[in-house]
């Protein structure tokens, strides 16, 4: 059974940057589809950031492409996303989720992912 665990949320002011990082545990990483995806309450989870395997280039939302990065290493079984200028818009709670067989048409959709970490909150004041 995979395990999702993250970590790095916090309250910062706009412009500031945050780091989220997801422990993976349980099954080979490399096997595994990993993304960021958040939510506010109320709203649908939303698709942030993904890699589907080692190697292959990442995938962003509009919404944060040029601010947020996404690295996976694969010697330490963790995801992160390094988020920059960050904005009020990006408040919201963070997941972490892994899918095996994520295919490329299906990766921005929360369907596709079958395991999730707890969250962790991220909060940007103006």
């Known amino acids: 059974q995979v395990q999702l665990v993250e970590s790095g949320g916090g309250l910062v002011q706009a412009g500031n940057s945050l780091r989220l990082s997801c422990e993976f545990s349980g099954r080979t990483f490399r096997d595994y589809a990993m993304a960021w995806f958040r939510q506010v309450p109320g709203k649908e989870r939303e698709y942030v950031a993904g890699?589907?395997?080692?190697?292959?280039?990442?995938a962003y939302a509009d919404s944060v492409k040029g601010r947020f990065t996404i690295s996976r290493d694969n010697a330490k079984n963790t995801v992160s996303l390094q988020m920059d200028s960050l904005e009020p818009e990006d408040t919201a709670d963070y997941y972490c989720a892994a899918g095996r067989g994520v295919i490329l048409s299906a990766r921005r959709s929360a369907s596709a992912y079958s395991y999730w970490g707890q969250g962790t909150q991220v909060s940007v004041s103006s």
């Open positions: 890699i589907r395997r080692p190697g292959e280039s990442p």
